[in-house]
């Protein structure tokens, strides 16, 4: 009897401790951090009423396999995450510029979204051709560089391969006269910040453009270029993403730095965005429908130039 009794002791001891360990070890509430370290298990988009919701891909016009199973990929994330345009980051088609390369390497892989009437926004990468500004599913109306708002979001898309004084002065017009209620988003082809071995970041422009940024409070910039997936840790209060793996690949090509956030360089890739009020719910995603990177950015107040704070 006495054996019998020191057993339930120590079995209930045990029990005790495992319980214990497995509230320990327990993952916590689901509570979104400012900026996840990325692994997507515990992500979900929230799907608001009104949000702005898209797509980005970069360095995808190659009218190969690849980017036809990328497109497909996001065709399939589509039906759980309904996202309503697509922003390219340029090199939007690599194989030519007869109408027929525009049909290989645009027309016949997006054709599911096409169909489903998503619109894209482009900008111009160093492999494409001034002519694709004339290219109506681009949506550029026959401008190298534009702006475009959706709900609570401002885009400007730029032409990095000809920042001339002209261009510059338009984006510090136009985000001065944004004011400081909307998300400002910034894309264009070379990225400003990059730990890419072929290209590496883009200085030059860094120089001219990042001042603007700043000043004006831009919160977050896509680029491309790299055939890489990129996230860098906030540079001057700026998140900065590359997306250029959409198509292309440079397999074991980034060279993860002091600035990386979270890198992706083995398979093709694309971008989920969801801007919720002043939050945007961000993935990342593979050709094979594995989620790489994925977060949180909260739209924080930042003092800007004249000690007028940026919300």
């Known amino acids: 009897m006495r054996r019998r009794r020191v057993l339930s002791v120590v079995l209930l001891a045990v029990v005790t401790l495992a319980l214990s360990a497995a509230v320990t070890l327990a993952p916590p509430p689901v509570v979104m951090p400012a900026l996840s370290a990325g692994g997507a298990a515990d992500f979900a988009f929230p799907l608001q009423a009104n949000s702005v919701r898209l797509a980005v891909i970069g360095d995808f016009g190659t009218g190969d396999q690849f980017q036809i199973d990328t497109a497909q990929q996001m065709v399939k994330s589509r039906a759980v995450f309904p996202f309503e345009f697509v922003i390219t980051v340029g090199d939007n088609i690599y194989t ?88 400002k988003i910034c894309y264009f082809h070379h990225a400003l910040y990059s730990s890419g071995r072929f290209h590496g970041p883009a200085t030059d422009l860094r120089k001219v453009l990042e001042p603007l940024f700043v000043k004006y409070g831009v919160d977050v910039v896509f680029a491309g270029h790299e055939h890489v997936y990129e996230r860098v840790r906030p540079q001057q209060g700026i998140y900065y993403f590359t997306e250029g793996a959409s198509g292309q690949l440079r397999a074991g090509n980034l060279a993860p730095s ?48 004249g000690g007028v704070a940026h919300e």
Do not use: C
């Not at 599911?112 to 926004?121: E, M, S, T």
């Not at 009020?277 to 800007?304: E, L």
């Open 96 to 183: 030519g510029s007869q109408p027929s390369d525009f049909e290989k390497a645009f027309a016949v892989p997006y054709k599911p979204l096409l169909d489903a009437g998503v619109p894209f926004y482009a900008t111009l990468g160093n492999h494409d051709t001034t002519n694709q500004r004339f290219y109506k599913p681009f949506n550029m109306n026959g401008a190298n560089y534009y702006t475009y708002k959706k709900g609570n979001v401002r885009f400007f898309a730029l032409d990095s391969n000809y920042l001339d004084p002209k261009q510059t002065a338009w984006i510090g017009t136009q985000l001065r006269e944004a004011g400081n209620g909307d998300w």
């Open 258 to 305: 002091a600035i990386t956030a979270k890198g992706f360089d083995t398979d093709r890739s694309f971008m989920m965005i969801e801007f919720a009020g002043d939050d945007m719910y961000f993935q990342t995603t593979s050709r094979t429908g594995v989620a790489v990177d994925s977060g949180v950015i909260h739209r924080t107040v930042r003092p800007a130039a």
